[in-house]
């Protein structure tokens, strides 16, 4: 391992939360503990970002809500935030988007960061990286690297035709890299294996094995409220009342966009019909 680069990473998860559940928080950890056991990568920070409102999925709930209910159920965590930015945007935004815009946020910290040490502290660096190099061939890649978590079936998704463009699913997978979390019943390696782009950028796709099975289904979550069931130990307590309390997932709600074309559906169609 002598000479090995260690790169700092920051996940970003971007999706539905709707709501948010232990199954979405516990995939953070699970990807943290497999990128730091290669010993390649320290994981610094995860970042939910919720959809907006107008990706127009059937049952999706205001955007708002969502957001808080996130905040929520990070605010034990020292590492996992909640950026509203994706959210609040008067459109639908690709996630290829969504990423570029969180890498250019990183970037731009960065940057910002080091133009500080460089004024302030440029003799201190130079005698602690000359320390360091003494004692360690270790050395860590300029910036933090971004990437993609989601579960199998995001990864399956990739397939799903007009759901997403091709061009986009490169940038994500090939520039950035992607965590994959397993679920029971789902084959991410033959998914891989299947599909040209994938496979083409295979090494920047980390496969994660959930041993412990969980497959807590927001789906199933937003039933069980609509039927008066218990859903305590599935969310974050918090969060848990704060559905009581706002009076969420009713059956009025789950109709919400039961009409609509979802938005890549409608873009990328028009698109390819044209």
């Excluded at 709707?18 to 995939?27: A, E, G, I």
Aim: with cysteine; aromatic share 8%; glycine share 6%.
């Amino acid at each position: 391992m002598d000479g090995q680069k260690i790169t700092t990473v920051v996940l970003l998860a971007c999706g539905s939360f709707n709501p948010v559940t232990n199954m979405h928080l516990r995939m953070f950890e699970l990807a943290r503990d497999h990128l730091e056991d290669t010993g390649l990568y320290r994981v610094v920070k995860g970042i939910i970002s919720p959809v907006g409102d107008a990706y127009k999925k059937k049952g999706l709930i205001e955007a708002c809500h969502r957001l808080e209910m996130a905040r929520l159920s990070t605010e034990n965590s020292d590492w996992i935030t909640v950026d509203s930015w994706e959210s609040l945007q008067p459109e639908w935004v690709e996630t290829a988007k969504v990423v570029r815009h969180h890498y250019d946020q990183l970037q731009a910290a960065e940057q910002t960061n080091d133009d500080v040490d460089t004024v302030k502290y440029a003799k201190k660096r130079r005698i602690e990286k000359n320390c360091f190099e003494e004692s360690s061939n270790r050395t860590r890649r300029d910036g933090p690297q971004l990437m993609l978590l989601c579960g199998a079936d995001v990864l399956e998704s990739f397939g799903v035709p007009n759901l997403w463009k091709q061009d986009d699913i490169a940038a994500i997978v090939g520039r950035y890299g992607l965590v994959c979390i397993t679920r029971s019943g789902s084959d991410p390696y033959k998914f891989i294996h299947e599909s040209d782009t994938l496979w083409k950028y295979r090494k920047n796709i980390h496969v994660v094995r959930e041993w412990v099975t969980n497959d807590i289904s927001a789906t199933h979550v937003r039933q069980s409220l609509r039927r008066g069931r218990s859903v305590r130990y599935l969310l974050p307590d918090a969060v848990v009342r704060y559905i009581r309390e706002q009076e969420l997932y009713t059956a009025e709600s789950e109709q919400k966009n039961a009409d609509v074309i979802l938005a890549p559906l409608q873009r990328y169609s028009g698109a390819s019909s044209s």
